[in-house]
């Protein structure tokens, strides 16, 4: 009886029905507490579930009784990285890969742990090393964390192709069937619908759909953060479909029962994506869309929208999906974001009120050593200036210290920004910097557009990949064109010469601003006009029963 128990546990936690599945494995572990792989199944659940502290005192147990365990050493990393246990997390990667250097994917998730720790030692070689494993096709690092590191199309299109090789071939839901409803229903997949790059990005366009014409369905699989965010973002779909604690293929079946005609994923590859649901081919058109830079190499999915910059003419052969292009920028923005009324100064920011504020908020886990030695020849080059970044954990801040420093660059020169929950207070205190210094190879997506949006001037240089040219498709959109530098030496002259020329960087700044209100970057009814023509020319191609094809969608009058 015990071990049928323990075999239903497996197959509920195999259908994604978790919570099943952990009272399950719990009734079995009652009378087998000495069962490695009950607790370790016990422990992938949790993990599923995003139960992270507890999902490591369950991997305790396991290695308590198989030490030798690399699979759950990398498990038990994977549970501590979520919960930004990052130290912690490269010492259990590093015991997996001792004791099996060729298992799974722990060697990139240590690199993606060191990168949050801006822990630069042996970078080069790691990269090299999980490149090579690509290559000859290990599935060793997730595509997402792949986008960090990767300068290589071809390569990030081989790595999705591995992590999506494993997604297994599911029989389809939607068969051919012609649907007759007269507006187009459209479904946006996430589990973003919360305070999140992509809600912030897209609640204005949910909100601008020509609902005469299309029909909006939200399929949350996320958390609800009670966010005021969140409130808005369900007010503005037709249906808003909270899916947690459904299967994929229950996903999908109300997806399909809905007669949906486009479906779109809006997270591609990243960390919390539910890629099973598409892979039942719940709509007759599938898109990926916005919250994955990249291709997700899969079957399921037919377009991937862009623009001209982010995917040029002749890397198309490195997606899968075929691009649809959109004329402006493939990023959308919200009109109606407003920073707050309230008054930051310099003083308490603990920035110098006369000197150069140089500034990147992106995430530390997009910090190269290359970038950063730009960042230190910039600082040294201009009396009083300082580098403000956002607060990392405190590895990575230590980390950059000790950089700083061993370039010759004092601790004090370094600024750290505290999170603000609030966004409208974190865009009034965005303007506080002078100017905003890209990173590569994965650009600065919304940061830079919220820079941009408060008159921040952003410079950047673009990479060779999709992650390394959105500043660049941002600041063509704005019409600022001459803060796209050819070449990384000339990014760091740019940064130089409008630091050094308060008069030019002024002209810059002046005209930022006016373009803001003129050029289409923020224009949100615009943007969304041109995503709705995409939408209307995939779906007059499906009902047509013509093949997936690139297209590009004309500028809106």
Known sequence: ???????????????????????????????????????????????????????????????????????????????????????????????????????????????????????????????????????????????????????????????????????????????????????????????????????????????AHDKSRFETTAISFGPDDGSALRTRVMKSFDRFLDVRGRTDFEVASLMHAAQIDIAIDLMGLTGD??????????????????????????????????DRIVIPEGEQRHYSEKVVY??????????????????????????????????????SYKFTPEIFSVWMRLLKAVEGSVLWLSEPNDSARRNLVAEAEKGGVAADRLVFAPFLSNLDDHLARLTLADLFLDTLPCNAHTTASDALFMGVPVITTPGPTFAGRVAASLLSAVGMPELIAPSLSAYEACALELARDRAALRAVTTKLCANRAIRPLFDTARFTRHLEAAFLAIRERQRRGLPSERFSVATAP
């Open 326 to 363: 959109l004329p402006d920028t493939y990023m959308p923005s919200d009109a109606k974001r407003r920073a707050s009324d309230r008054k930051f100064t310099r003083a308490e920011a603990g920035l110098p009120e006369i000197g150069i504020v140089f500034c990147c908020f992106n995430n």
């Open 273 to 306: 994506s539910r890629p099973g649901i598409l892979a039942f081919r719940p709509a007759p058109v599938q898109v990926n869309y916005l919250g994955f830079p990249g291709t997700t190499a899969s079957p399921n999915i037919d377009y991937i929208i862009a």
């Open 1 to 207: 009886m015990s071990d049928s128990l323990l075999q239903s546990a497996n197959s509920l936690l195999q259908l994604g029905r978790r919570p099943e599945a952990l009272t399950c494995y719990e009734s079995y572990l009652k009378t087998n507490p000495e069962s490695a792989e009950a607790w370790h199944n016990h422990g992938i659940a949790l993990s599923q579930m995003q139960r992270f502290p507890e999902a490591v005192a369950s991997f305790d147990k396991v290695l308590a009784l198989r030490p030798d365990s690399a699979q759950t050493w990398s498990n038990r990393g994977n549970a501590l990285l979520e919960q930004k246990r990052y130290g912690e997390a490269i010492a259990d990667y590093d015991r997996a890969l001792a004791l099996d250097p060729e298992y799974g994917s722990a060697r990139g998730y240590r690199l993606l742990a060191k990168l949050w720790c801006c822990d630069w030692r042996d970078l080069e070689r790691d990269i090299a090393e999980v490149s090579s494993r690509l290559r000859a096709g290990a599935r060793v690092i997730q595509p997402f964390g792949n986008l960090m590191v990767s300068r290589d199309p071809p390569g990030q299109l081989q790595c999705a192709r591995l992590w999506t090789r494993g997604e297994g071939a599911q029989t389809p839901l939607w068969r051919g069937q012609r649907y007759t409803h007269d507006k187009i229903r459209i479904a946006y997949l996430s589990g973003d619908y919360c305070v999140h790059p992509v809600s912030i990005l897209m609640a204005g366009v949910f909100e």
